[in-house]
């Protein structure tokens, strides 16, 4: 059964660093790619970055782009998301995922096979 636990959210001021991670179960992580997703309320999921099964390539939106570093500890089964210079609109659910191999283009959460609970990170003054 796949799991996947986000953890290391929080309240941090505009400027100001989280460290994210997702601990995943239940399939062979170093497998998969694996992405952060981000749904600020209201609002749809929106893709953060991806990485690969091996972490030698990333990819980051343009809006978290020299802000934010994904990597991943394939021994450990966790999956991390080093945040810089968070600004207020970097407030949201996040959460890691399991992208799907299905041609989804439309912003929604069937683009991803799994995800977990998500963590709260909240950018504010």
């Known amino acids: 059964q796949v799991q996947l636990v986000e953890s290391g959210g929080g309240l941090v001021q505009p400027g100001g660093s989280l460290r994210l991670s997702c601990a995943a179960s239940?399939?062979?992580?170093?497998?998969?790619?694996m992405s952060w997703v981000r749904q600020a309320p209201g609002k749809g999921p929106e893709w953060v970055s991806d990485?690969?099964?091996?972490?030698?390539?990333?990819n980051y939106a343009d809006s978290v782009k020299g802000r934010f570093t994904v990597s991943r500890d394939n021994a450990k089964n966790t999956l991390y998301l080093q945040m810089n210079s968070l600004k207020l609109e970097d407030t949201a659910v996040y959460y890691c995922?399991?992208?799907?191999?299905?041609?989804?283009?439309?912003?929604?959460?069937?683009?991803?096979?799994?995800w977990g609970q998500g963590t709260q990170v909240t950018v504010s003054s």
């Open positions: 995922a399991v992208p799907s191999h299905r041609k989804i283009l439309s912003p929604t959460w069937d683009r991803y096979d799994y």
């Open positions: 990485i690969n099964s091996s972490g030698s390539s990333t």
């Open positions: 239940g399939f062979t992580f170093s497998h998969y790619v």
